[in-house]
């Protein structure tokens, strides 16, 4: 018995899926998944809460025409809404080059484990977490 409620508790620990399963929200309110690509995934998450993102969502703008030549670039907002996300674009002056989805509801935490927030998270093809990095370290990326 305490080995099927071991095998029980490991399975419902299991969401299953990748991070191109996840229903996000564009910044008009649509929901869209990631699209998969033939490159690595960056996949820049943050929230309005966390210090540091701001400096990051410019950064990635100034590097992206560089970035995007080795990867799929997207940034999730997590727990915001699009609403949120437009009023801080506005307010800070930043007009992305790489789409920035919202998630509401934090679906991405129960794919991901989030060590750090701001994160770099890259993903491989079949959307594979494969680093898990704090902001965004361009040493480690470029």
């Given at each position: 018995m305490r080995y099927f409620l071991l095998f029980f508790l490991?399975?419902?620990?299991?969401?299953?899926?990748?991070?191109?399963?996840?229903?996000?929200?564009?910044?008009?309110g649509n929901f869209v998944k990631i699209k998969r690509?033939?490159?690595?995934?960056?996949?820049?998450?943050?929230?309005?809460?966390c210090t540091g993102h701001t400096e990051d969502l410019k950064t990635l703008n100034k590097v992206y025409d560089e970035l995007?030549?080795?990867?799929?670039?997207?940034?999730?907002?997590?727990f915001m809404t699009p609403g949120d996300i437009k009023e801080l674009l506005k307010k800070e002056k930043i007009n992305p080059k790489y789409p920035i989805l919202a998630d509401p509801k934090g679906k991405l935490t129960e794919k991901v484990k989030l060590i750090?927030?701001?994160?770099?998270?890259?993903?491989?093809?079949?959307g594979r977490l494969i680093k898990n990095l704090p902001r965004l370290p361009l040493n480690r990326i470029l």
């Open positions: 490991i399975i419902l620990s299991c969401s299953g899926g990748t991070v191109y399963d996840i229903k996000f929200l564009n910044i008009s690509s033939e490159k690595k995934l960056l996949l820049y998450v943050w929230s309005g809460t995007k030549k080795k990867y799929n670039i997207v940034s999730v907002a997590v750090f927030l701001p994160a770099t998270l890259i993903f491989d093809k079949e």
